[in-house]
């Protein structure tokens, strides 16, 4: 038993004749599948599968170790071990990103600013895109008057008059597309100073983050 053995090597060991290398290498010692317990002087090859200890000369334990792992379980180990690394790259790279994000924007007006004039050219399209939409509203209202006298027969038109409407509507058509990209510009910016800002905020200090943004110019 265990108890024995453990007694004679710390018996060995005291009267002086345990010999160097077994006092350097230690005594490993394990139960095997059948329920036997094994010791040796060298990691026991029954015992591969489970764990095993490796006494001291004295007979208290130095180590365990742990069981060898089969391929699949290797395969998942470095699995595993390959993910947490990736993890690790990309959360370090993430850092990196935020400390450039915040050297770039010291503080929340000058974020703030840089929104602004990201927004500057779709604001000024927008409001070109209105302005032409307005005209082109106040140019079909006219060419409803003048079909005014043919709204229950639009086929006796005159031609000319037909064209002009037809024309007209698809540049409103072309207009309302118009708005729409610019609208769809509008959000996309947005949501990526949003995105910058609360990833901001946290680098920030108090002060930074609450500094009063510049004045927005009026839009047109």
């Known amino acids: 038993m265990l108890g024995i053995t453990q007694r004679a090597f710390a018996a060995a060991f005291l009267c002086g004749g345990f010999i160097a ?11 095997d599948s ?3 317990r094994l010791t040796a002087d060298r990691p026991i090859a029954e015992c591969l599968d489970r764990e095993q200890k490796e006494l001291n000369p004295s ?3 130095r180590r365990k170790v742990a069981p060898e792992l089969t391929k699949e379980e290797r395969a998942a180990e470095e699995e595993k071990a390959r993910k947490a690394n990736e993890e690790r790259a990309k959360q370090a790279e993430e850092r ?18 840089e929104r602004t004039a990201a927004l500057a050219p779709v604001e000024e399209v927008s409001a070109a895109t209105a302005r032409r939409t307005q005209e082109l509203a106040s140019q079909r209202k006219l060419l409803d008057s003048e079909a005014e006298f043919y709204k229950r027969d639009m086929s006796k038109a005159p031609p000319k008059l037909k064209r002009q409407i037809e024309e007209a509507d698809q540049m409103m058509a072309t207009q309302k597309r118009l708005a729409a990209d610019q609208a769809a510009e509008r959000k996309r910016i947005n949501t990526r100073f949003d995105e910058e800002l609360a990833k901001l905020k946290p680098l920030w200090g108090p002060q930074a983050a609450s500094a009063a943004a510049p004045a927005k110019p009026a839009k047109p």
Do not use: E, F
């Open 59 to 61: 007979g208290t334990v």
């Open 34 to 36: 059948k329920g036997k």
């Open 21 to 31: 290398p077994a006092q350097a290498q230690g005594i490993y010692t394990c139960i």
């Open 96 to 113: 990196k990103r935020d400390q450039a994000l915040a050297t770039r924007y010291p503080n929340r007006a000058s974020h703030d600013q």
